[in-house]
Every structure is written in structure tokens, then in C-alpha cells.
């Protein structure tokens, strides 16, 4: 099992102005050192996509409807690198305290390739009966809300295509205040799902190392 790059990530849903993220801002209210390196790499062929902000070992991507906060170390995500994000997706929504949020999601990609060998019969469902014997499934996508806490939906999606099985977590959020997202993003939060994604994954999962 290998962890997705960038796919550890905080995305806030709401109203907000891509404006504000220029090089002076994020330094000056993001950064802990304000001569930190900024990029801006902007997409090729396609200027509707946001253009990638990256600094500190964090990818940003605003777009008037999300932030997207993501792991962007040289190594893969790990939780302690989640945590560093989340500090800085907590401050950003403690600095833009008037922006209407929509809700939040904290987000774990997990992948499972080659000689690792993996069973995961249990997340598949039979469709024997839709799939007939002359077609062949290139990729199966199975997708599941499971109620989390009272105010937690897990929703979980399992790919498989060919012998790469990509499983992602994201805990969703109804929240409709800065406040409100700001209080998931601690430390002992963000512990709490990553630690539930891997009992899951050991429950479902079958390595044969």
C-alpha cells in the first residue's frame, strides 16, 4: 500500500476570491518563514484550471468555489505532513472570517499495485447479473456514504482498474461557517480519521506480503 501524492488534503467549499492568493498574502499570513520560496505554475491548454501554488512542502489551488490545501513534500503524504496543511487551511479560514463556507472535506488516497498482491473481494459487489459474458469491466468504480459521527459522512470510493486498486477517504463536513471548519482541523481530528482509515483498510484489505 502506497500513499497518493497530494491526495492528503484539506478542501474548504464556499465563496471565495482567488485574488487574495497572491505571492505577498500567502508569505506575509501563511508562511512560518516569510523568504520561503512561492510558485505559481500555471496550467497549459487549459485556463479554467487554477493555476498550482506551491510552498513550504504545500500545494494550493483556489478557485472561486474551493481552496484546495494538499501534502507536496518531496517524499509521499504522510499524516504529519496532513497536520501541517491543516494548520494553514485553519488560519487561512482565521484570517477570511466572512467568507460563506459551504462545508469541508479532509481527504487520505491510498493505492494498492503490482506484486503487492491484494485481495479486496470484500469492497467489490456481484454484477455478474449487469455485466454479461461478452463484455469484459476495464474499471470498476464502487462508491459508498457511511455516516461517520453525528456530523461526519465518510465517503468512500474504490477504483480498480487492471492490477492498480486506488482507495480514497474523504470525511465531509456540513459546515457553514469559518468557525466551524476550523474546529475539524486540529491535530487529534485529523489523527482520528487517518487512524480510521487504516483500521478500515486492515479490515477489508488482504496483503500477502
Not at 478542501?11 to 498574502?25: D, H, S
Not at 457553514?176 to 482509515?197: F, M, Q, R, V, W
Request: with cysteine.
Amino acid at each position: 500500500m502506497s500513499a497518493i501524492k497530494n491526495s492528503f488534503s484539506v478542501v474548504l467549499a464556499g465563496g471565495w476570491n482567488p485574488q487574495i492568493f497572491t505571492q505577498n498574502w500567502i508569505s506575509e499570513n501563511l508562511c512560518e518563514n516569510t523568504s520561503s520560496e512561492i510558485s505559481f505554475l500555471y496550467p497549459v491548454g487549459n485556463t479554467q484550471l487554477p493555476p498550482r501554488i506551491e510552498f513550504e512542502n504545500i500545494l494550493l489551488e483556489a478557485t472561486t468555489k474551493t481552496l484546495r490545501f494538499a501534502c507536496n513534500g518531496d517524499s509521499l503524504d504522510s499524516v504529519d505532513d496532513l497536520k501541517k496543511v491543516g494548520e494553514v487551511a485553519k488560519k487561512t479560514l482565521e484570517l477570511l472570517i466572512h467568507t460563506p463556507i459551504n462545508g469541508m472535506g479532509v481527504n487520505f488516497g491510498f493505492e494498492y499495485q503490482g506484486d503487492q498482491l491484494v485481495t479486496v473481494d470484500e469492497f467489490k459487489t456481484d454484477d455478474s447479473g449487469i455485466i454479461e459474458s461478452q463484455y469484459e469491466a476495464e474499471i470498476i468504480e464502487i462508491s459508498r456514504s457511511l455516516r461517520f459521527s453525528n456530523d461526519v459522512v465518510l465517503n468512500l470510493k474504490t477504483v480498480y482498474k487492471d492490477d492498480l486498486v486506488v482507495i480514497n477517504f474523504n470525511f465531509h463536513h456540513d459546515s457553514h461557517t469559518p468557525g466551524e471548519c476550523a474546529k475539524y482541523l486540529t491535530s487529534d481530528i485529523i489523527d482520528e480519521y487517518y487512524n480510521s482509515t487504516q483500521r478500515l483498510l486492515r479490515e477489508l484489505v488482504n496483503e500477502d506480503d
